[in-house]
């Protein structure tokens, strides 16, 4: 394990069970469900539950493409970074600076748009 030092980080908003970590981690499992809705007009109700919709339910595949990737790198005796500047990190996005032995993010995200009719 190293030292991680962060001189600056500037973020907007985390949201939706997103991470920003600084120093090592173990594991990270960030997992969201998200029902956005979204109406035209003033009228809202509570119509729509995570219950009801099958959406949810499913289970999500897992990785569907392999890409081999080659890595070249120094490890130094610690990470050091200047500054991040970032307007944000939304359903289980993951901002990490340090070492992750393993990681999984999932996020299950539905938007619903509800138009007046025209007639």
Same mark, same amino acid.
């Given at each position: 394990m190293r030292? #991680?030092?962060? !001189?600056r980080i500037k973020c907007h908003s985390l949201?939706?069970? #997103?991470?920003? !970590?600084v120093g090592d981690s173990e594991q990270i499992n960030p997992y969201a469900d998200v029902l956005a809705i979204q109406q035209e007009g003033a009228v809202f109700s509570n119509e729509l539950t995570f219950e009801e919709q099958g959406f949810f339910q499913k289970q999500l595949p897992e990785q569907l493409i392999t890409v081999p990737i080659e890595i070249k790198r120094?490890?130094?005796?610690?990470?050091?970074?200047?500054?991040?500047?970032?307007?944000g990190a939304t359903a289980s996005s993951i901002v990490h600076i340090g070492s992750v032995q393993t990681g999984n993010s999932k996020a299950h995200v539905k938007h619903v748009r509800r138009l007046r009719n025209k007639d």
């Open positions: 030292d #991680s030092r962060v !001189q949201e939706f069970s #997103s991470i920003l !970590q120094k490890n130094y005796s610690s990470i050091d970074v200047g500054g991040i500047e970032m307007i």
